[in-house]
């Protein structure tokens, strides 16, 4: 019956992949399409063959929420790195450093030294008492209830925030690569997705998170030995950073009127020092908190951990995604400069202003350009390992935010643990499409938005909420189901309220008065290219002067978009003219008053319980005792 | 596996037991220390970029400078904290709750 399923399935997604009417524009020319869906339908055929032979041994609850906790260290380090590696930070950050140079790299820093709370205090801890969720943790001493619905409610939160952002994101992501609509993309992502992890359950996401940690790992390398083999290793490579007319052009740019009188070299040399991007500080650290507290706090990354045998599996599991995610950052650092010499960052900007397509170009111009075979290949190399890495980021947040539905709400609030294993993988199933359909839909819905703060939002949650909440059941005596019901409230709602009144909404009053203001300008700038006009003597000023008109009537179109876009609205979502609150990040504010909150309700919340498990919870949780048991049978 | 593991253990004597004292005070000191190390140095590197940007823009040799040195160090000591931990924890937490979970069930002098 599976068997059946899956084929209709796979059937659907190579359907949807391939019969596109209408095709856009995008990096891959249309002669060179076939290239792209054959490397597409390779990797797709891999997975689904994964999953076919994953889909025989998911018989329990247990296969489908953690492959019955049967994962090798170093296969989780590498599924770990699967889940992290979002196209955000693999498209992304390659992109902030091949525009922002310096900047971007100090970015990707935050990302690897989260895994260290994850190591020292999170995962050991967590697979010593855990099972499937991160409920599992809270309720271990505390109301199971009480506790439960709340960290669903978080879990269910955090994880549809940061798929709503891989929807979206990897819709545009495959529509400006490949062409394909933005909605065909997004139901192509989604039915794979669904097809991994209804039938697999975390077997098949596992091996599709493995697959897509080698895919991407293997092009980045490829990448960097062929940008080395032009520009140099490390010092070499600097030097002709700094020596590139294209940097040093864009480092002016940057820079505008501060740039005059410095040399050629002063500028490219600029590009290896911190400012050009983020100019306050007090951001950078509040972003940092969010992913150093954040990482141990998200779902799916807690969830990886319960699939492992031992506590020391998963201290393997974490060296290997610490190596294997830090190795993968140092690289950006040379496929971010390097498309920032090969490409450059005009042209990185012309196909999508914030970057993300500088590895994929940087691929297709060291393979050829764009006519030749090989840099065809290599950029459809690319784009479908984009997609993979979407499919596989969503498999593991719909498996968290489903477990969340299934294990905790249904089965344990509703239920309360009254179910029968074929109920259990029932109810798991069900709350996956469940969850599958919803991201389909948020992803069609939320079409056009920016979402690239849902991301940020998402750690900030987790890093406010979860993570306060499962330290401190974990290592303080006291904290009890008040300080855990307080805690995941006050922790998510600070979080998403400052977002709410921050700088990340769109501020219709300012973007507005801005279009009036070149509205107003271009009778003055009008007036100036025909006088330029009339003057021109050669061609060369007239090309000027043509190119100066073009900029005006972009500038004037744009404007008058954004006009029509808000119309009277001066406000934004939640009715505010401009940000109540400076910060792009919320966690300097949300991550100590979310512990605040756990330590004040459990202070004033008496609970017997929660203190007469501590002895049994501290044990277990620093020791292994039964962890290893039930795993040794 | 879920719900019933047939074994009684009286987790206040293990708790008490002086071995899992010393794994305790082993794991909080190390740990805790590590942990503080880490962040501390992780916030230096914006820190560093926002208030000392003639310091990272200092060039060591080439084109090569602070800064960037820096961002690299963050790899390395990140790695490095990874290797302590691994090393420590598997020479010596893994055998010290190893005894615990072989004596589990005798401790407290309940079968």
Same mark, same amino acid.
């Given at each position: 019956?599976?068997?059946?399923?899956?084929?209709?399935?796979?059937?659907?997604?190579?359907?949807?992949?391939?019969?596109?009417?209408?095709?856009?524009?995008?990096?891959?020319?249309?002669?060179?399409?076939?290239?792209?869906?054959?490397?597409?339908?390779?990797?797709?055929?891999?997975?689904?063959?994964?999953?076919? %032979?994953?889909?025989?041994?998911?018989?329990?609850?247990?296969?489908?929420?953690?492959?019955?906790?049967?994962?090798?260290?170093?296969?989780?380090?590498?599924?770990?790195?699967?889940?992290? %590696?979002?196209?955000?930070?693999?498209?992304?950050?390659?992109?902030?450093?091949?525009? $922002?140079?310096?900047?971007?790299?100090?970015?990707?820093?935050?990302?690897?030294?989260?895994?260290?709370?994850?190591?020292?205090?999170?995962?050991?801890?967590?697979?010593?008492?855990?099972?499937?969720?991160?409920?599992?943790?809270?309720?271990?001493?505390?109301?199971?209830?009480?506790?439960?619905?709340?960290?669903?409610?978080?879990?269910?939160?955090?994880?549809?925030?940061?798929?709503?952002?891989?929807?979206?994101?990897?819709?545009?992501?495959?529509?400006? +690569?490949?062409?394909?609509?933005?909605?065909?993309?997004?139901?192509?992502?989604?039915?794979?997705?669904?097809?991994?992890?209804?039938?697999?359950?975390?077997?098949?996401?596992?091996?599709?998170?493995?697959?897509?940690?080698?895919?991407?790992?293997?092009?980045?390398?490829?990448?960097?030995?062929?940008?080395?083999?032009?520009?140099?290793?490390?010092?070499?490579?600097?030097?002709?950073?700094?020596?590139?007319?294209?940097?040093?052009?864009?480092?002016?740019?940057? +820079?505008?009127?501060?740039?005059?009188?410095?040399?050629?070299?002063?500028?490219?040399?600029?590009?290896?020092?911190?400012?050009?991007?983020?100019?306050?500080?007090?951001?950078?650290?509040? #972003?940092?908190?969010?992913?150093?507290?954040?990482?141990?706090?998200?779902?799916?990354?807690?969830?990886?951990?319960?699939?492992?045998?031992?506590?020391?599996?998963?201290?393997?599991? &974490?060296?290997?995604?610490?190596?294997?995610?830090?190795?993968?950052?140092?690289?950006?650092?040379?496929?971010?400069?390097?498309?920032?010499?090969? *490409?450059?960052?005009?042209?990185?900007?012309?196909?999508?202003?914030?970057?993300?397509?500088?590895?994929?170009?940087?691929?297709?111009? #060291?393979?050829?350009?764009?006519?030749? #075979?090989?840099?065809?290949?290599?950029?459809?190399?690319?784009?479908?390992?984009?997609?993979?890495?979407?499919?596989?980021?969503?498999?593991?947040?719909?498996?968290?935010?489903?477990?969340?539905?299934?294990?905790?709400?249904? *089965?344990?609030?509703?239920?309360?643990?009254?179910?029968?294993?074929?109920?259990?993988?029932?109810?798991?199933?069900?709350?996956?499409?469940? &969850?599958?359909?919803?991201?389909?839909?948020?992803?069609?819905?939320?079409? =056009?938005?920016?979402?690239?703060?849902?991301?940020?939002?998402?750690?900030?949650?987790?890093?406010?909420?979860?993570?306060?909440?499962? %330290?401190?059941?974990?290592? $303080?005596?006291?904290?009890?189901?008040?300080?855990?019901?307080?805690?995941?409230?006050? =922790?998510?709602?600070?979080?998403?309220?400052?977002?709410?009144?921050?700088?990340?909404?769109?501020?219709?009053?300012?973007?507005?008065?801005?279009?009036?203001?070149?509205?107003?300008?271009?009778?003055?700038?009008?007036?100036?290219?025909?006088?330029?006009?009339? =003057?021109?003597?050669?061609?060369?000023?007239?090309?000027?002067?043509?190119?100066?008109?073009?900029?005006?009537?972009?500038?004037?179109?744009?404007?008058?978009?954004?006009?029509?876009?808000?119309?009277?609205?001066?406000?934004?979502?939640?009715?505010?003219?401009?940000?109540?609150?400076?910060?792009?990040?919320?966690? +300097?504010?949300?991550?100590?008053?979310?512990?605040?909150?756990?330590?004040?309700?459990?202070?004033?919340?008496?609970?017997?319980?929660?203190?007469?498990? $501590?002895?049994?919870?501290?044990?277990?949780?620093?020791?292994?005792?039964?962890?290893?048991?039930?795993?040794?049978? | 596996?879920?719900?019933?593991?047939?074994?009684?253990?009286?987790?206040?004597?293990?708790?008490?037991?002086?071995?899992?004292?010393?794994?305790?005070?082993?794991?909080?000191?190390?740990?805790?220390?590590?942990?503080? !190390?880490?962040?501390?140095?992780? !916030?230096?590197?914006?820190?560093?970029?926002?208030?000392?940007?003639?310091?990272?823009?200092?060039?060591?040799?080439?084109?090569?400078?602070?800064?960037?040195?820096?961002?690299?160090?963050?790899?390395?000591?990140?790695?490095?904290?990874?290797?302590?931990?691994?090393?420590?924890?598997?020479?010596?937490?893994?055998?010290?709750?190893?005894?615990?979970?072989?004596?589990?069930?005798?401790?407290?002098?309940?079968?």
């Amino acid at each position: 019956m599976n068997r059946k399923h899956l084929a209709a399935l796979g059937v659907l997604a190579a359907a949807a992949a391939v019969a596109t009417p209408a095709f856009a524009q995008g990096a891959v020319a249309p002669q060179w399409r076939w290239l792209a869906f054959s490397v597409f339908g390779a990797i797709i055929a891999a997975t689904m063959f994964v999953t076919y %032979l994953a889909a025989k041994r998911v018989k329990s609850a247990a296969d489908f929420y953690t492959a019955g906790g049967g994962v090798s260290g170093l296969q989780n380090g590498w599924a770990i790195a699967g889940d992290y %590696l979002s196209a955000a930070s693999f498209l992304g950050i390659a992109g902030l450093i091949s525009i $922002w140079g310096y900047d971007g790299f100090m970015y990707s820093v935050g990302w690897l030294v989260a895994y260290i709370t994850v190591l020292l205090v999170i995962a050991e801890p967590c697979r010593n008492i855990g099972k499937y969720t991160l409920a599992d943790i809270l309720a271990y001493r505390n109301n199971p209830r009480a506790t439960r619905i709340v960290g669903a409610i978080s879990v269910i939160t955090v994880s549809t925030f940061y798929l709503t952002a891989q929807m979206v994101g990897g819709g545009v992501l495959v529509k400006t +690569l490949i062409g394909i609509d933005y909605e065909i993309s997004v139901v192509a992502v989604g039915v794979l997705m669904l097809g991994y992890v209804l039938f697999g359950g975390m077997v098949a996401t596992t091996w599709v998170q493995i697959i897509k940690a080698v895919l991407l790992v293997t092009a980045s390398i490829v990448l960097v030995i062929m940008v080395w083999s032009q520009y140099g290793v490390f010092g070499d490579f600097l030097s002709n950073v700094v020596a590139d007319p294209k940097v040093q052009a864009r480092v002016a740019q940057i +820079l505008g009127d501060a740039s005059k009188g410095m040399t050629p070299e002063q500028l490219g040399q600029r590009f290896l020092e911190p400012g050009l991007l983020f100019k306050a500080p007090i951001d950078q650290i509040s #972003l940092g908190m969010a992913l150093v507290f954040g990482t141990a706090g998200l779902p799916h990354i807690l969830m990886r951990f319960f699939t492992v045998p031992t506590a020391k599996a998963a201290r393997v599991s &974490v060296i290997w995604a610490m190596a294997i995610i830090g190795g993968f950052y140092v690289l950006t650092l040379f496929l971010g400069m390097g498309s920032a010499m090969k *490409v450059g960052a005009d042209q990185i900007r012309a196909v999508d202003p914030g970057g993300n397509m500088a590895a994929p170009l940087l691929a297709q111009a #060291l393979g050829g350009g764009a006519d030749s #075979l090989l840099g065809n290949f290599m950029l459809a190399f690319v784009a479908a390992v984009a997609f993979a890495t979407i499919v596989a980021v969503v498999a593991g947040l719909v498996l968290a935010a489903a477990s969340a539905m299934a294990h905790d709400l249904y *089965v344990g609030v509703i239920r309360g643990e009254h179910v029968t294993p074929q109920e259990q993988v029932k109810a798991a199933r069900i709350a996956t499409v469940l &969850v599958g359909a919803l991201a389909i839909g948020i992803g069609i819905a939320a079409k =056009g938005q920016n979402v690239a703060h849902l991301v940020a939002l998402a750690f900030a949650v987790a890093a406010s909420a979860n993570f306060p909440c499962v %330290l401190l059941t974990l290592y $303080w005596k006291r904290c009890n189901t008040g300080g855990i019901v307080l805690g995941m409230i006050v =922790g998510t709602f600070t979080a998403i309220a400052l977002v709410l009144v921050s700088p990340n909404m769109t501020y219709p009053k300012p973007l507005k008065a801005a279009a009036q203001k070149v509205l107003d300008g271009a009778s003055v700038r009008k007036a100036r290219i025909d006088t330029d006009l009339a =003057g021109a003597a050669d061609d060369q000023a007239k090309a000027a002067v043509a190119k100066a008109q073009a900029a005006l009537d972009k500038d004037v179109a744009g404007a008058k978009a954004t006009l029509d876009r808000f119309g009277k609205d001066d406000t934004s979502l939640v009715g505010l003219e401009k940000p109540l609150f400076e910060l792009r990040n919320p966690g +300097l504010i949300s991550i100590p008053l979310g512990f605040l909150a756990v330590i004040i309700g459990s202070l004033l919340y008496r609970d017997k319980r929660a203190e007469d498990m $501590w002895d049994e919870l501290y044990a277990r949780q620093n020791t292994g005792i039964l962890a290893a048991k039930a795993a040794a049978h | 596996m879920a719900t019933a593991v047939p074994v009684r253990i009286d987790w206040q004597a293990i708790v008490a037991d002086p071995r899992f004292q010393a794994l305790h005070a082993a794991k909080t000191r190390f740990l805790w220390g590590l942990m503080a !190390f880490s962040i501390l140095f992780y !916030f230096l590197l914006p820190l560093g970029a926002a208030y000392a940007p003639g310091l990272f823009a200092r060039k060591v040799f080439g084109p090569v400078n602070v800064g960037i040195l820096f961002a690299l160090s963050e790899f390395l000591v990140a790695w490095g904290v990874a290797f302590v931990y691994a090393r420590r924890a598997n020479a010596e937490f893994d055998r010290m709750s190893a005894e615990l979970i072989r004596d589990a069930e005798k401790i407290g002098g309940r079968k």
